[in-house]
């Protein structure tokens, strides 16, 4: 069965400090990877997306991500996080269809 | 980049009520959409595929009955929750598929309250 797992409910992390937030999968084939952020009532909003090339992906407000396909991981960073960046972050694969990890909220403290 | 809206962005029902939601792509045409329900503190479920055109696809468990979906034209899709009960209170999101940037694009959701 394909699977997707944040082990992380909660990552807290002070302002001006990197941040991680992990992610690992299980699916079969290569699936394209992506992760999004979600604030209090509101949708998705698209952060990165690996699908093939460098393991490592930039993407929107400073967010960065490594694809470890030894390690079937895809962890979130960021080298100097931010108060605003707190929310909920989902990490994402998709096959024919898209698998959702279960999210982890990130508090980033002044 | 695409955008999805929905309508309403939150409403409040009484048991047994329907309430439909609207999901619209606003610069793009898409022949299938995807809808799905949001628990809080919890993941996206996926619950169905709109297919324009034809009948929507359901997830297993999810009761077709229950959730109508109806995919009018390239730019609508709708969801129907029919008498609604407040086990069904839920932020439902409904999505593009991976566009040709490799991308889905979400809607803002829509926040049902069933009282």
């Known amino acids: 069965a394909q699977s997707v797992a944040q082990p992380e409910d909660q990552v807290n992390v002070a302002e001006g400090n990197p941040l991680t937030v992990k992610c690992t999968y299980s699916?079969?084939?290569?699936?394209?990877l992506f992760w999004y952020v979600q604030y209090p009532n509101r949708g998705l909003q698209f952060l990165l997306k690996y699908i093939t090339g460098d393991n490592l992906v930039k993407g929107s407000y400073g967010f960065e991500a490594e694809f470890n396909k030894s390690q079937t991981s895809f962890h979130l960073k960021k080298p100097s996080a931010l108060v605003s960046d707190s929310a909920l972050y989902f990490c994402?694969?998709?096959?024919?269809?898209?698998?959702f990890g279960s999210g982890t909220k990130l508090n980033v403290k002044p | 980049g695409a955008v999805v809206s929905q309508h309403p962005s939150w409403v409040i029902c009484k048991s047994g009520t329907s309430v439909k939601i609207e999901c619209r792509s606003l610069?793009?045409?898409?022949?299938?959409m995807f809808w799905y329900r949001q628990f809080p503190k919890q993941s996206l479920m996926l619950m169905a595929t709109s297919n324009e055109g034809s009948k929507a696809t359901y997830e297993q468990g999810v009761e077709k009955d229950k959730f109508l979906i109806n995919h009018a034209s390239l730019t609508l899709s709708t969801l129907t929750v029919t008498s609604a009960h407040p086990e069904d209170s839920s932020f439902y999101i409904c999505?593009?598929?991976?566009?040709?940037?490799?991308?889905?694009?979400f809607g803002p959701g829509t926040r049902l309250t069933v009282l």
């Open positions: 999505s593009s598929p991976l566009s040709q940037s490799d991308t889905q694009y």
């Open positions: 994402a694969v998709a096959l024919n269809k898209f698998y």
């Open positions: 699916v079969s084939g290569n699936p394209y």
């Open positions: 610069d793009f045409q898409a022949t299938t």
